[in-house]
């Protein structure tokens, strides 16, 4: 079975500072790793996604992150934090490609400080 | 507008009432799924589906049903609401979930009194 943690609960930086949210997975096969947003009252939007392919992902609106395998993670960083990026963010493994079931971590609120 | 459709948006029960949440896209998905969402706990799956006859269990299936009937629809029915089952629920469907994750509908607010 896969699993996924999410290392905190709730992010605060100020605005126009890095953003770094930390997610460790734990798969038996070769994942795939999502990361999804979801701002208030809304739905959950996909971020960017892992396939085994290059191991440093861009997703949209800034957001990247990096499959370390060595270190079971899967960060989600931005270079510069703006008002829009408060949310909740969601850190998501599929114990490989071709499988239907995804796991979802318990996820991670972001606050921007003015 | 291409997407998963959920209604309703808000609903309220009272304990032991039955209802259905709708869930309907028109990508032409073959995977379906239903999670909900509780604070602090993330989603959890409640049921997928791989394509039209076909359902199984996901982590947490007690007292919900769904069924299959057509590769656009997929309803989840709550047999005898209970308030443990206040909760948001979201509707998802992909053609490949672990290749291109689930793109997910609006959800739906159940409160059960």
């Known amino acids: 079975a896969q699993s996924v943690t999410q290392l905190d609960s709730h992010v605060s930086v100020s605005e126009g500072t890095p953003v770094l949210l930390r997610c460790n997975y734990s798969?038996?096969?070769?994942?795939?790793l999502f990361w999804y947003v979801q701002h208030p009252n809304k739905g959950l939007q996909l971020l960017l996604k892992?396939?085994?392919?290059?191991?440093l992902v861009k997703g949209i609106n800034g957001f990247e992150a990096e499959f370390k395998k060595s270190e079971t993670s899967f960060h989600l960083t931005k270079p510069s934090a703006h008002m829009s990026d408060a949310a909740e963010y969601f850190c998501v493994v599929s114990r490989d490609f071709g499988n239907e079931k995804l796991t979802f971590g318990t996820g991670t609120r972001l606050t921007i400080i003015p | 507008n291409a997407g998963v459709t959920q209604t309703p948006k808000f609903q309220v029960l009272k304990t032991g009432q039955s209802m259905t949440l709708q869930c309907a896209q028109d990508?032409?998905?073959?995977?379906m799924s239903w999670y909900r969402q509780d604070p602090g706990m993330g989603l959890r799956l409640i049921h997928y589906s791989v394509g039209a006859g076909i359902t199984d269990q996901g982590e947490v299936p007690n007292g919900y049903n769904v069924s299959r009937s057509t590769t656009e629809d997929f309803p989840l029915r709550l047999l005898s609401a209970a308030p443990s089952q206040t909760s948001v629920y979201f509707c998802?469907?992909?053609?490949?979930?672990?290749?291109?994750?689930?793109?997910f509908g609006s959800g739906t607010r159940l409160t059960v009194v």
């Open positions: 892992y396939t085994s392919a290059a191991t």
């Open positions: 798969s038996s096969y070769s994942p795939s």
């Open positions: 990508m032409n998905h073959e995977y």
């Open positions: 998802a469907s992909s053609y490949s979930p672990g290749f291109s994750g689930y793109t």
